[in-house]
C-alpha cells in the first residue's frame, strides 16, 4: 500500500516562510494527482493547493494563491508545499493526499491516500 509521510511543519514568524515535504512509499507519484489540506483549531478541513497526475496543472485555494507553491519530484518520490509570506491564519495541520486520476480535486473525500500530518504555527 501507499504509504505518505510529511515532515518540515514548525512555528514561524508571520511573513516568514516553511517548506512542507510529503514523500511517498510504494507507488511513484507520477501514478497519483497529489493534493494538500489543512485544519486548524474549530475549522473545517480546508484545500490548499492540488497538482495534476501530470505535474502540469496546479490548482490553489484563493487564501494562499500567490503566496505558496506546489511542486512534485518523482525521482524522489516527494512533492513539496513552498510557504512564503506566510500568516496567522495559516496555522493549522497540514495533509497531503494522493488521487488515483490525472485531475487534481477540492474534495479530500476524494482521495485514496493521505498522511499523518504536519503542524504549522505561524506567530504575530
Known amino acids: 500500500q501507499v504509504q505518505l509521510t510529511e515532515s518540515g511543519g514548525g512555528l514561524v514568524q508571520a511573513g516568514g516562510s516553511l517548506r512542507l515535504s510529503c514523500a511517498a512509499s510504494?507507488?511513484?507519484?507520477?501514478?497519483?494527482?497529489m493534493g494538500w489540506f489543512r485544519q486548524a483549531p474549530g475549522k473545517e478541513r480546508e484545500f490548499v493547493a492540488a497538482?495534476?497526475?501530470?505535474?502540469?496543472?496546479?490548482d490553489y485555494a484563493d487564501s494562499v494563491k500567490g503566496r505558496f507553491t506546489f511542486s512534485r519530484d518523482n525521482t524522489k518520490n516527494t512533492v513539496y508545499l513552498q510557504m512564503n509570506s506566510l500568516k496567522p491564519e495559516d496555522t493549522a495541520v497540514y495533509t497531503c493526499?494522493?488521487?488515483?486520476?490525472?485531475?487534481?480535486?477540492?474534495?479530500?473525500?476524494?482521495?485514496?491516500?493521505w498522511g499523518q500530518g504536519t503542524q504549522v504555527t505561524v506567530s504575530s
Open positions: 493526499a494522493g488521487r488515483r486520476s490525472w485531475y487534481a480535486s477540492r474534495n479530500y473525500g476524494e482521495y485514496d491516500y
Open positions: 497538482v495534476s497526475m501530470s505535474g502540469t496543472m496546479h
Open positions: 510504494g507507488r511513484t507519484f507520477s501514478s497519483y494527482a
